[in-house]
């Protein structure tokens, strides 16, 4: 990712967490000295729906906004999540992806199912795939609403930013009677192969 500005969208469904995710981003590129922009959709994030948050940054950021193919990398807490945002990463481009399915509001009321082979979906989309089972990552550091951390840890290996910085980053976003805890989850997202 050589090149002035980068672009990261961040998806998932309300209440796994994305918009800290997106802060603790925020502040690690933030304290590497970029022009940081941030922006968050919620579409009836209360009730399960879609919550997307672009972070872009680079030596100057004019717009938040991430437009269809300009997506560097995707961070997907959700796999359908992942699919229908897809049109925004670049041919190329990464998805770190929680392989966790919740069901959307037409499932549960019974007027559709969940979409199957969403997995390979993703494979033959020829982007760079990282899918895991972050709910069992997250439950393995102590708590499993940490998904949104492991999954952050599993991002920072494909970022140049040196394991400290996030370390740090995490003290100023997390409150400190979770800190411990969300550590622990953000290193087994780090070391998860």
């Avoid at 037409?106 to 199957?116: D, E, K, R």
């Avoid at 009677?177 to 953000?186: D, S, T, V």
């Amino acid at each position: 990712m050589s090149k002035d500005v980068t672009s990261i969208l961040i998806v998932g469904v309300g209440g796994q967490g994305t918009l800290l995710a997106s802060k603790l981003l925020g502040e690690v590129v933030c304290d590497q000295g970029y022009d940081v922009k941030v922006s968050e959709v919620h579409g009836m994030s209360q009730r399960g729906g879609s919550v997307v948050t672009y972070v872009k940054y680079g030596e100057k950021v004019y717009s938040p906004l991430i437009d269809a193919g300009e997506a560097d990398v995707m961070v997907a807490f959700e796999l359908l999540e992942a699919v229908r945002y897809l049109p925004f990463l670049k041919k190329g481009g990464t998805i770190v992806v929680n392989d966790q399915k919740i069901d959307p509001m037409p499932v549960i009321i019974g007027s559709a199912q969940y979409p199957q082979n969403l997995l390979e979906e993703l494979t033959a989309a020829g982007v760079k795939l990282l899918a895991m089972d972050g709910l069992a990552v997250a439950a393995e550091a102590g708590n499993a609403k940490a998904v949104n951390v492991v999954l952050m840890g599993a991002l920072a290996k494909q970022l140049p930013y040196p394991k400290e910085v996030w370390e740090k980053a995490l003290t100023k976003v997390v409150p400190p009677k979770f800190l411990e805890m969300n550590k622990r989850a953000f290193v087994l997202g780090y070391e998860h192969p």
